[in-house]
């Protein structure tokens, strides 16, 4: 059958039982076949939920309503000269014909399949970690002595990536702006040397809101790709369908939601994802952060119920945010009028999934942020002091110390990480209510 990873959405795709590999004959009049070629022109649902519900779902071997876990590292073919076949590119993944794991494997793919519905994009490649799909996106899209503006508030990962690794071993550099300061971002493109404009949907870990469609035009008209990182708002924002070229992930953030895995993902075209898989000069293909088989299968029975769990992330932390203003706090949460982007953020958002499971605490000192932090975990059992997000249970870290500590303090201030800034990623364990009240018994300690 075939294995085709990009998204048919114009109408329903078959339901697909895996089957015999095929012979190495011509299939342009199988119908599989044809559900590959015609989806290169899908057009997207508009609602992530009715994406995924639109691809074909696979069936498990013997007709389980799961799919089969293809673990084995290398495959087999019928004829000598259907190899050849494969490694010069006339059969490969879209009619059913795997060489070895680390260029394609079917559960893997499946899972592309699922991210490439949510994301909207016409394909999507899977890896084994986040940065692993960050950097080999920069690297497939950057060349030696190429440039790339990028915002200045960013994961500190991605920032040590963009400040320290890339100038070093790729002579690629890179200016970093405030991102909603388009005049700046206009200046700081290059015309024919920079190559990427690099941006989070909603930055971490002070959740300032970028404006997709716009930063889109402007890096467009000037040749330039646009990259979103959109790990903080699955489901509630589609920065393909704003115009941003290529989406990445930390899958092990909120599609995994389990705190359990490491994940990542590349969503784009499907020119793209051939290109860092061609087996001469794809970054992926080459630098190997092959996602296992198994970790595939887990995360592609936890996508189903993603809006779901968006949903209850977004409603618990709107409520917390409001509440805790309330209390006289500075919060930073999207869905408050009080946010310097929220009718930016109202207008982007996909319906009905809220703005986002995180919130961020101002405590002007470190030394408040960990008091507070610690009444929060040890007195009142309201969260964990850990690092990530996107957890059923509310994660708290304060930022400048730990998620964005390769900043340096100019960097820092630059972004406007304040000391005593904690980034919370709000849970869903437990009622409202409870969650609540333990979040007041912590504060009225303070």
């Not at 649902?45 to 876990?69: Q, W, Y």
């Not at 000269?81 to 010069?88: G, L, P, S």
């Not at 699955?234 to 930390?250: C, F, I, N, R, T």
């Not at 709107?318 to 999207?334: D, F, N, S, T």
Request: proline share 4%.
């Amino acid at each position: 059958m075939a294995a085709a990873h990009f998204v048919e959405t114009t109408e329903p795709q078959p339901l697909v039982f895996s089957g015999e590999k095929r012979n190495d004959r011509d299939d342009d009049d199988d119908g599989d076949a044809m559900v590959a070629k015609k989806s290169a022109l899908a057009v997207c649902e508009v609602d992530p939920a009715a994406a995924l519900a639109s691809i074909r779902h696979e069936f498990g071997e013997h007709g389980g309503v799961n799919m089969s876990i293809e673990a084995s590292a290398t495959f087999t073919v019928m004829e000598p000269d259907t190899m050849r076949r494969m490694f010069a590119g006339e059969l490969g993944p879209d009619n059913d014909f795997f060489v070895y794991s680390r260029h394609f494997n079917p559960t893997v793919l499946n899972l592309s399949r699922q991210m490439a519905a949510l994301e909207g994009t016409q394909a999507a490649y899977c890896t084994s970690s986040g940065m692993s799909a960050i950097s080999s996106v920069m690297l497939q899209l950057c060349s030696s002595g190429g440039h790339v503006v990028a915002s200045n508030t960013l994961y500190g990962g991605t920032h040590a990536l963009l400040t320290h690794f890339l100038p070093r071993t790729c002579n690629i550099t890179t200016s970093f702006v405030d991102i909603t300061d388009h005049g700046a971002v206009a200046d700081a493109i290059v015309e024919g040397r920079t190559q990427v404009l690099y941006f989070e949907s909603v930055a971490n870990p002070t959740l300032t809101v970028a404006d997709i469609p716009e930063l889109s035009r402007m890096a467009h008209e000037k040749g330039v790709t646009v990259v979103v990182d959109n790990t903080f708002a699955p489901m509630v924002l589609s920065p393909a369908k704003l115009g941003a070229d290529v989406v990445v992930h930390s899958i092990s953030k909120f599609i995994s939601g389990g705190a359990d895995i490491i994940a990542g993902a590349v969503c784009g075209s499907e020119k793209l994802v051939k290109g860092m898989m061609d087996l001469r000069g794809g970054s992926l293909m080459l630098l190997g952060p092959t996602m296992n088989a198994k970790v595939a299968f887990e995360l592609s029975e936890r996508i189903p119920h993603l809006g779901l769990r968006m949903r209850e992330h977004s409603r618990r932390a709107h409520v917390y945010a409001e509440r805790m203003r309330e209390l006289g706090m500075k919060v930073i949460y999207p869905g408050l009028e009080t946010h310097p982007q929220h009718k930016l953020a109202k207008g982007m958002v996909n319906k009905d999934y809220g703005y986002g499971g995180l919130l961020s605490i101002d405590m002007e000192t470190e030394e408040k942020a960990n008091k507070l932090m610690t009444y929060l975990q040890n007195a009142t059992q309201f969260g964990f002091m850990a690092v990530s997000l996107g957890y059923y249970e509310t994660l708290m870290s304060c930022s400048g110390s730990s998620t964005s500590s390769e900043l340096d303090p100019s960097q820092k201030a630059a972004a406007g990480i304040s000391p005593g800034l904690i980034r919370m990623s709000v849970g869903y364990v437990g009622t409202l209510e409870q969650k609540w009240s333990q979040f007041v018994k912590a504060f009225l300690r303070m």
